[in-house]
């Protein structure tokens, strides 16, 4: 159990689908975030959340939408994704955005396929 | 230049090696740093906070060099178990402290 729960853990979706990644920490974190991990690619930053408001979106394709109805939910809801969207979609929170203490928190992931 | 850099391996070493990874990073006002461990099909999990003075922690011990703009993870005795990704972790002020991770270096512990 990390403190960060995320579903599903696998998810497979055509490209015409709309489904919805969920995040819940149960740490007393202020800030979530969504992260992309591609193989054999860093981790990428997709959204930033600090007290439920959005504070970074890096140049995401509209096709995901967060949104983070309190401060221990955040949500990906996807909406006609491409095949290359594939990949493991890692949440994490932080006690704060400082950067300092014990950094972040991450959910299991959900492996995410599109066909 | 990529923002940083670790080299991906893998590194490949008999149980009991002594075994080190540099991370480099571009930007000199980077304030934090950390080495974060991710098994094979798992999330990334914190092994260390990285600090000018250095920091210890059982067979790992991890180094920042400010003037050489690189970090540095040491394991010694290595352990089958070691056997992971290794991802450097970089926090950069300016406005928000936003992480830059690395690409991560695997290793491989062999008996």
């Known amino acids: 159990e990390t403190g960060v729960t995320q579903t599903p853990r696998h998810l497979v979706m055509g490209m015409t689908n709309k489904k919805s990644l969920k995040c819940e920490q149960h740490?007393?974190?202020?800030?979530m975030y969504w992260y992309k991990q591609s193989a054999k690619k860093p981790l990428e930053l997709m959204f930033v959340?600090?007290?439920?408001?959005?504070?970074e979106n890096n140049s995401v394709p509209s096709r995901f939408s967060p949104e983070c109805p309190n401060s221990s939910h955040l949500f990906l809801h996807l909406h006609t994704l491409q095949p290359e969207d594939s990949a493991l979609y890692l949440c994490a929170s932080s006690q704060d955005m400082s950067g300092t203490g014990f950094g972040y928190t991450f959910g299991s992931g959900t492996r995410l396929t599109v066909v | 230049r990529k923002e940083v850099e670790q080299d991906p391996g893998p590194f490949n070493v008999p149980e009991g090696a002594t075994v080190a990874f540099n991370c480099t990073y571009s930007?000199?006002?980077?304030?934090?740093f950390f080495w974060y461990r991710q098994d094979c099909r798992k999330e990334p999990k914190l092994l260390m906070s990285v600090y000018s003075s250095g920091n210890e922690d059982g067979r790992f011990t991890a180094q920042l060099n400010r003037a050489s703009q690189y970090i540095s993870l040491l394991i010694r005795d290595s352990k089958l178990s070691d056997s992971a990704t290794y991802l450097c972790?970089?926090?950069?002020?300016?406005?928000?402290?936003?992480?830059?991770f690395g690409r991560g270096t695997s290793l491989i512990v062999h008996p």
């Open positions: 959340y600090s007290l439920e408001e959005r504070v």
């Open positions: 740490l007393g974190h202020n800030a």
């Open positions: 972790v970089v926090f950069s002020s300016g406005g928000s402290y936003i992480p830059t």
């Open positions: 930007n000199s006002a980077s304030q934090s």
